[in-house]
Protein backbone atom coordinates (compact mmCIF):
# COMPACT_ATOMS: atom_id res chain seq x y z
CA UNK A 1 0.00 0.00 0.00
CA UNK A 2 1.31 3.20 -0.76
CA UNK A 3 1.33 6.25 1.77
CA UNK A 4 2.35 9.89 1.12
CA UNK A 5 5.26 11.20 3.44
CA UNK A 6 4.12 14.64 4.69
CA UNK A 7 5.18 16.10 7.71
CA UNK A 8 3.10 19.06 7.14
CA UNK A 9 -0.82 19.74 6.62
CA UNK A 10 -2.61 22.62 4.68
CA UNK A 11 -5.30 24.35 6.56
CA UNK A 12 -7.08 26.35 4.33
CA UNK A 13 -4.02 27.08 1.87
CA UNK A 14 -1.89 27.63 5.02
CA UNK A 15 0.72 24.50 5.20
CA UNK A 16 1.65 24.05 8.93
CA UNK A 17 5.23 22.55 9.37
CA UNK A 18 5.45 19.74 11.65
CA UNK A 19 9.06 19.50 12.21
CA UNK A 20 9.06 20.66 15.29
CA UNK A 21 5.32 18.91 17.21
CA UNK A 22 2.79 21.27 17.94
CA UNK A 23 0.27 21.96 20.61
CA UNK A 24 -3.30 21.41 20.50
CA UNK A 25 -5.48 22.80 23.17
CA UNK A 26 -8.95 21.22 24.59
CA UNK A 27 -11.71 23.18 25.13
CA UNK A 28 -15.00 21.67 25.64
CA UNK A 29 -18.32 23.30 25.70
CA UNK A 30 -19.41 20.65 27.93
CA UNK A 31 -20.63 20.55 31.84
CA UNK A 32 -19.11 16.88 32.08
CA UNK A 33 -16.04 16.21 30.54
CA UNK A 34 -13.70 13.87 32.59
CA UNK A 35 -11.59 16.87 33.17
CA UNK A 36 -13.33 20.05 35.23
CA UNK A 37 -10.71 22.21 34.58
CA UNK A 38 -11.28 21.85 30.59
CA UNK A 39 -15.10 22.60 30.74
CA UNK A 40 -16.00 25.90 29.34
CA UNK A 41 -20.02 26.98 29.35
CA UNK A 42 -19.89 30.45 29.00
CA UNK A 43 -19.08 32.84 26.02
CA UNK A 44 -16.25 34.41 27.94
CA UNK A 45 -15.23 31.27 30.02
CA UNK A 46 -14.31 29.63 26.57
CA UNK A 47 -13.12 32.91 25.00
CA UNK A 48 -10.55 33.40 27.86
CA UNK A 49 -9.74 30.22 27.90
CA UNK A 50 -8.61 30.21 24.12
CA UNK A 51 -6.94 33.54 24.13
CA UNK A 52 -4.48 31.84 27.08
CA UNK A 53 -4.07 28.95 24.71
CA UNK A 54 -3.04 30.70 22.32
CA UNK A 55 -0.94 33.43 24.55
CA UNK A 56 0.80 29.84 25.81
CA UNK A 57 2.09 29.09 22.27
CA UNK A 58 -0.91 26.43 21.16
CA UNK A 59 -1.59 26.15 17.35
CA UNK A 60 -4.60 24.80 16.79
CA UNK A 61 -7.69 24.83 19.53
CA UNK A 62 -9.79 21.86 19.73
CA UNK A 63 -13.66 22.92 20.00
CA UNK A 64 -16.43 19.72 21.13
CA UNK A 65 -19.79 19.88 23.01
CA UNK A 66 -20.59 15.78 23.69
CA UNK A 67 -18.74 14.38 26.55
CA UNK A 68 -17.19 11.01 25.35
CA UNK A 69 -16.02 9.95 28.54
CA UNK A 70 -17.67 6.69 30.05
CA UNK A 71 -21.15 7.32 31.97
CA UNK A 72 -21.74 10.69 30.19
CA UNK A 73 -24.73 11.68 29.06
CA UNK A 74 -26.09 11.44 25.47
CA UNK A 75 -26.95 14.97 23.86
CA UNK A 76 -28.83 15.39 20.38
CA UNK A 77 -27.46 17.20 17.23
CA UNK A 78 -29.34 20.42 17.52
CA UNK A 79 -27.77 20.53 21.45
CA UNK A 80 -24.17 19.56 19.98
CA UNK A 81 -24.80 22.26 17.41
CA UNK A 82 -25.67 25.01 19.75
CA UNK A 83 -22.80 24.61 21.68
CA UNK A 84 -20.07 24.55 19.12
CA UNK A 85 -20.94 26.67 16.40
CA UNK A 86 -21.66 29.57 18.70
CA UNK A 87 -18.23 28.81 20.39
CA UNK A 88 -16.31 28.76 17.25
CA UNK A 89 -17.68 31.38 15.96
CA UNK A 90 -17.13 33.55 18.40
CA UNK A 91 -13.38 32.51 18.66
CA UNK A 92 -12.67 32.54 14.69
CA UNK A 93 -13.99 36.26 15.37
CA UNK A 94 -11.76 37.58 17.59
CA UNK A 95 -9.15 35.25 17.15
CA UNK A 96 -9.27 34.81 13.09
CA UNK A 97 -5.57 33.80 12.40
CA UNK A 98 -6.30 30.54 14.78
CA UNK A 99 -6.36 27.28 13.70
CA UNK A 100 -9.69 25.65 15.17
CA UNK A 101 -10.38 22.14 14.93
CA UNK A 102 -14.14 20.70 15.44
CA UNK A 103 -14.55 17.83 17.51
CA UNK A 104 -17.09 15.76 16.59
CA UNK A 105 -18.75 12.79 15.16
CA UNK A 106 -20.92 14.12 13.34
CA UNK A 107 -20.46 15.03 9.71
CA UNK A 108 -23.60 17.85 9.29
CA UNK A 109 -21.95 19.14 12.73
CA UNK A 110 -18.59 19.47 11.13
CA UNK A 111 -19.92 20.02 7.82
CA UNK A 112 -21.48 23.66 9.41
CA UNK A 113 -18.33 23.89 11.83
CA UNK A 114 -15.69 24.23 8.36
CA UNK A 115 -18.18 25.97 6.40
CA UNK A 116 -20.08 28.62 8.25
CA UNK A 117 -17.73 28.80 11.56
CA UNK A 118 -14.44 29.07 10.33
CA UNK A 119 -12.80 25.53 11.75
CA UNK A 120 -10.08 24.05 9.46
CA UNK A 121 -9.88 20.49 10.82
CA UNK A 122 -12.33 17.58 11.59
CA UNK A 123 -11.50 15.66 14.58
CA UNK A 124 -13.61 12.61 14.76
CA UNK A 125 -13.06 10.15 17.36
CA UNK A 126 -15.03 7.27 15.85
CA UNK A 127 -12.45 6.98 12.54
CA UNK A 128 -15.86 7.54 10.31
CA UNK A 129 -17.78 4.65 12.27
CA UNK A 130 -20.48 6.59 14.13
CA UNK A 131 -21.56 8.48 10.81
CA UNK A 132 -21.10 6.95 7.61
CA UNK A 133 -21.34 10.50 5.95
CA UNK A 134 -18.28 11.95 7.64
CA UNK A 135 -15.75 10.30 4.57
CA UNK A 136 -17.93 11.92 1.96
CA UNK A 137 -17.51 15.16 4.17
CA UNK A 138 -14.26 15.16 4.58
CA UNK A 139 -13.22 14.59 0.64
CA UNK A 140 -16.04 17.39 0.08
CA UNK A 141 -14.20 20.35 2.42
CA UNK A 142 -10.68 19.10 1.23
CA UNK A 143 -9.77 20.02 5.30
CA UNK A 144 -7.30 17.81 7.85
CA UNK A 145 -9.11 14.90 9.12
CA UNK A 146 -7.87 13.25 12.61
CA UNK A 147 -8.49 9.80 12.34
CA UNK A 148 -8.87 8.14 15.77
CA UNK A 149 -9.41 4.63 16.55
CA UNK A 150 -11.94 3.49 19.12
CA UNK A 151 -12.79 0.16 20.03
CA UNK A 152 -16.24 -0.26 20.87
CA UNK A 153 -18.53 3.37 21.64
CA UNK A 154 -18.24 5.79 24.68
CA UNK A 155 -20.98 3.79 27.11
CA UNK A 156 -18.96 0.40 26.55
CA UNK A 157 -15.39 0.77 25.46
CA UNK A 158 -14.09 0.49 28.54
CA UNK A 159 -15.70 -2.83 29.17
CA UNK A 160 -12.91 -5.96 28.81
CA UNK A 161 -11.23 -4.81 25.27
CA UNK A 162 -9.71 -7.43 23.83
CA UNK A 163 -6.47 -7.25 20.90
CA UNK A 164 -4.45 -9.59 19.47
CA UNK A 165 -1.38 -7.12 19.64
CA UNK A 166 -2.90 -3.70 20.22
CA UNK A 167 -0.96 -1.95 18.09
CA UNK A 168 -0.42 -4.52 15.06
CA UNK A 169 -4.79 -4.54 15.17
CA UNK A 170 -5.02 -0.70 15.59
CA UNK A 171 -2.56 -0.15 12.56
CA UNK A 172 -4.65 -2.92 10.39
CA UNK A 173 -7.41 -0.29 10.96
CA UNK A 174 -6.02 2.72 10.12
CA UNK A 175 -4.34 1.40 6.83
CA UNK A 176 -8.13 0.07 5.52
CA UNK A 177 -9.29 3.77 6.42
CA UNK A 178 -6.25 5.10 5.41
CA UNK A 179 -6.68 3.73 1.37
CA UNK A 180 -10.17 4.70 1.79
CA UNK A 181 -9.07 8.36 2.39
CA UNK A 182 -6.94 8.44 0.50
CA UNK A 183 -8.46 7.15 -2.93
CA UNK A 184 -10.95 9.99 -2.72
CA UNK A 185 -8.34 12.63 -2.78
CA UNK A 186 -8.14 13.06 0.71
CA UNK A 187 -4.36 13.86 1.67
CA UNK A 188 -3.91 15.97 4.83
CA UNK A 189 -4.74 12.87 7.22
CA UNK A 190 -3.50 13.13 10.88
CA UNK A 191 -4.05 9.65 12.48
CA UNK A 192 -4.53 9.51 16.26
CA UNK A 193 -4.32 5.83 18.07
CA UNK A 194 -6.86 6.90 20.83
CA UNK A 195 -5.34 6.10 24.47
CA UNK A 196 -7.89 5.43 26.53
CA UNK A 197 -10.89 4.63 23.84
CA UNK A 198 -11.48 0.56 24.14
CA UNK A 199 -7.98 -0.02 25.66
CA UNK A 200 -6.62 -0.30 29.17
CA UNK A 201 -3.87 0.58 30.88
CA UNK A 202 -1.76 -1.59 29.96
CA UNK A 203 -2.33 -1.38 26.29
CA UNK A 204 -2.38 2.42 26.55
CA UNK A 205 1.52 2.40 28.01
CA UNK A 206 2.09 -0.84 24.98
CA UNK A 207 0.84 2.00 22.43
CA UNK A 208 3.24 4.31 23.91
CA UNK A 209 5.59 2.78 24.39
CA UNK A 210 6.00 1.53 20.68
CA UNK A 211 4.37 4.84 18.89
CA UNK A 212 6.91 4.83 16.45
CA UNK A 213 5.06 1.84 14.53
CA UNK A 214 2.25 4.40 13.91
CA UNK A 215 4.64 6.65 11.79
CA UNK A 216 4.98 3.39 9.20
CA UNK A 217 1.96 5.64 7.17
CA UNK A 218 4.28 8.37 6.57
CA UNK A 219 1.58 10.75 8.08
CA UNK A 220 1.40 12.76 11.38
CA UNK A 221 0.68 11.21 14.45
CA UNK A 222 -1.43 12.83 17.10
CA UNK A 223 -1.97 12.14 21.06
CA UNK A 224 -3.94 12.75 23.26
CA UNK A 225 -3.29 11.49 26.74
CA UNK A 226 -3.97 14.76 29.10
CA UNK A 227 -4.70 13.80 32.29
CA UNK A 228 -6.55 10.58 30.99
CA UNK A 229 -6.62 7.77 33.36
CA UNK A 230 -3.71 5.82 32.37
CA UNK A 231 -2.27 8.37 34.28
CA UNK A 232 -4.21 8.89 37.52
CA UNK A 233 -5.17 5.18 38.07
CA UNK A 234 -1.64 4.26 37.81
CA UNK A 235 -0.57 6.59 40.19
CA UNK A 236 -3.81 6.65 42.60
CA UNK A 237 -4.73 10.16 41.57
CA UNK A 238 -7.44 12.01 40.49
CA UNK A 239 -7.28 13.95 36.92
CA UNK A 240 -6.99 17.21 38.87
CA UNK A 241 -3.97 16.13 40.18
CA UNK A 242 -2.15 14.39 36.81
CA UNK A 243 -0.79 16.96 35.42
CA UNK A 244 2.86 16.31 35.90
CA UNK A 245 2.27 12.77 35.10
CA UNK A 246 1.07 14.38 31.61
CA UNK A 247 4.15 16.06 30.94
CA UNK A 248 6.03 12.89 31.36
CA UNK A 249 4.35 11.19 29.44
CA UNK A 250 4.02 13.70 26.91
CA UNK A 251 7.57 13.80 26.78
CA UNK A 252 8.02 10.21 25.92
CA UNK A 253 5.61 10.34 22.98
CA UNK A 254 7.83 13.60 21.82
CA UNK A 255 10.95 11.12 22.15
CA UNK A 256 9.22 8.17 20.21
CA UNK A 257 7.58 10.63 17.54
CA UNK A 258 4.32 12.52 18.42
CA UNK A 259 3.81 15.40 16.20
CA UNK A 260 1.18 16.81 17.62
CA UNK A 261 0.08 16.61 21.40
CA UNK A 262 -3.45 17.30 22.41
CA UNK A 263 -3.35 18.88 26.01
CA UNK A 264 -5.67 20.77 28.58
CA UNK A 265 -2.42 21.84 30.14
CA UNK A 266 -0.76 24.08 26.77
CA UNK A 267 2.37 25.59 28.59
CA UNK A 268 3.59 22.78 30.18
CA UNK A 269 3.54 20.99 26.68
CA UNK A 270 5.17 24.02 24.95
CA UNK A 271 7.99 23.88 27.41
CA UNK A 272 8.25 19.77 27.21
CA UNK A 273 8.41 20.60 22.95
CA UNK A 274 10.97 22.78 23.63
CA UNK A 275 13.13 20.69 26.10
CA UNK A 276 13.17 17.53 23.68
CA UNK A 277 13.91 19.80 20.99
CA UNK A 278 17.14 21.34 22.85
CA UNK A 279 17.90 17.27 23.79
CA UNK A 280 17.93 16.41 20.13
CA UNK A 281 20.07 19.00 18.76
CA UNK A 282 22.21 17.99 21.22
CA UNK A 283 23.21 14.38 20.07
Given at each position: MMFLMPKSINVKGK?????????????????????????????EEYLNAALKMVEEGAAIIDIGGYSTRPGASKISPEEERDRVLKAI????????????SIDTFRADIAMEAVLECGAGIINDITGGEADKKMFRVVEKLNVPYVLMHMKGTPGKMERNPVYDDV?????????????????????????DPGFGFGKTVSHNFEMLRRLRDFSIAGLPVLVGISRKSMIWKSLDIRPEEAQNGTTVLNTAALLNGADILRVHDVREAVQAIRLVGMLRKSS
Open positions: LIELSSPKVMGIINITPDSFYEGSRFMREKLINRELPDLIIVADILRWLSGRITRLQSHGVNDIII
